[in-house]
């Protein structure tokens, strides 16, 4: 399937097959695009004028493609991989895992903590809390891009992933197309990159290319934990689930797998296990590995009456929880109530009553308070608790912490 195609007559391309490796964010609906030949040779896709790709352009990680390009011409080190594309056929999409096929291309992979990549020429600032990354005029490396595979779990702290080491954290931002998982676990291959030059209007001595994260690749795809999971479902099969909780991996056995839920934007797996809770929601981003057994079960009739009421992540099982549902009732700014009108925020939500002055009574129905905290603060100040009385003290004494009081 051709892609892209600007080719210039009389004018000469050199052609390659490539396999798109990394997708970035950039400003302005443009992207990054970075690929590596079947010669092992980096590059990073730029428009015959030498901007970025546009974000809705074909071209997705995992593409194989056959391209015919011109190299920049005004290449400023490091960044050696810029090509002028011309031309982009897509071939096919790649199905190995990206470690696979970088060791059969025999590509230098940094190991170990963040100090050693770029051949250690980066510098590390420390600010208040943590410390990033940049080259410097002053000690150029030849490239600036390369692949990693971090000694310790990274775990997501805002846009930046954080590596600790003896009271230092060292801070990555994440540049990725993809939205990020909470953790990239100890062992998992990260592509790193160099941003372009940049002295923040004249606030530096010298320029700087700043450290960046613009991909990573887990061991497991989330893709093939969603198909062993469906599967097991289908199939009504017992299942082992590693799943990364509270800084630790920690294994559940015996997990009845009941039904893939989205919930506020992320997947979930509704399932019957052997704790106390006796149902829990693991959140699919968290889980490591998923190893499906050969014994049988039956759904509960109960179970699954609850995992069609579950409204928000927060959901709390019990045998009768239909006659324990707590009613919240909260009351709207007038400001505020056409979004309220327009849309539920849970299935539960409903318009009680219309005040004089415009203001809005809605009530909802949940299993407990939890489940409305993040609602309710979402639209402070605007909204205000009527009842349960447990859950208005609850926001308030939140509030305090928060605001030191």
């Known amino acids: 399937m051709e892609i892209f195609n600007q080719i210039q007559p009389n004018n000469i391309y050199e052609e390659a097959n490539t396999l798109v490796v990394s997708?970035?964010?950039m400003k302005n609906n443009h992207v990054c695009i970075g690929a590596i030949t079947d010669s092992g040779k980096y590059l990073r896709l730029l428009y015959p004028d030498n901007s970025n790709m546009l974000e809705n352009i074909d071209i997705n990680i995992y593409d194989n493609l056959l391209i015919k390009y011109q190299k920049r011409k005004d290449i400023k080190l490091p960044h050696s991989e810029d090509i002028n594309l011309y031309y982009a056929k897509k071939i096919s999409t790649n199905n190995?895992?990206?470690?696979?096929?970088?060791k059969k291309l025999n590509i230098n992979i940094w190991k170990g903590?963040?100090?050693i990549l770029f051949d250690n020429k980066l510098i590390w600032s420390n600010n208040y809390w943590s410390s990033t990354a940049y080259?410097?005029?002053?000690?150029?490396?030849?490239?600036s891009v390369g692949f990693w595979i971090s000694d310790r779990d990274l775990y997501l702290n805002k846009d930046r992933y954080e590596y600790v080491l003896d009271?230092?954290?060292?801070?990555?931002?994440?540049?990725?197309?993809h939205e990020p998982q909470e953790c990239i676990y100890k062992g998992t291959l990260i592509r790193i990159s160099l941003a372009r030059w940049w002295n923040n209007n004249g606030a530096f001595e010298q320029d700087r290319c700043y450290l960046q994260l613009s991909e990573y690749y887990p061991a497991e795809k989330e893709t093939n934990i969603l198909m062993k999971i469906q599967s097991a479902i289908n199939q009504k099969t017992m299942i082992s689930v590693n799943y990364f909780i509270n800084g630790e991996n920690i294994i559940f056995n015996d997990v009845i797998p009941y039904k893939i839920l989205n919930l506020s934007n992320n997947y979930y797996l509704a399932c019957e296990v052997k704790t106390a809770y006796k149902f829990t929601l693991f959140r699919i981003s968290k889980i490591r590995s998923i190893i499906q057994d050969t014994r049988k079960f039956s759904f509960k009739r109960n179970m699954l009456e609850f995992i069609n009421y579950i409204q928000t992540p927060f959901s709390r099982y019990s045998d009768n929880f239909?006659?324990?549902m707590i009613k919240i009732k909260l009351e709207v700014d007038k400001s505020k109530t056409a979004f309220f009108e327009i849309r539920k925020h849970l299935p539960s939500q409903r318009i009680m009553e219309r005040k004089e002055n415009g203001n809005i009574i809605v009530s909802f129905s949940v299993t407990q308070e939890l489940e409305m905290e993040e609602l309710i603060k979402k639209w402070l100040p605007h909204i205000k608790v009527i009842e349960p009385n447990s859950l208005n003290e609850k926001i308030k004494n939140d509030l305090k912490k928060y605001l030191g009081i």
Do not use: A
């Open 23 to 25: 997708k970035t964010k």
């Open 322 to 324: 239909q006659d324990n």
């Open 135 to 143: 080259i410097s005029t002053k000690n150029i490396s030849n490239n």
């Open 96 to 102: 190995r895992p990206m470690l696979d096929i970088l």
């Open 167 to 177: 009271n230092i954290t060292y801070s990555i931002k994440y540049v990725g197309i």
């Open 113 to 115: 903590n963040p100090t």
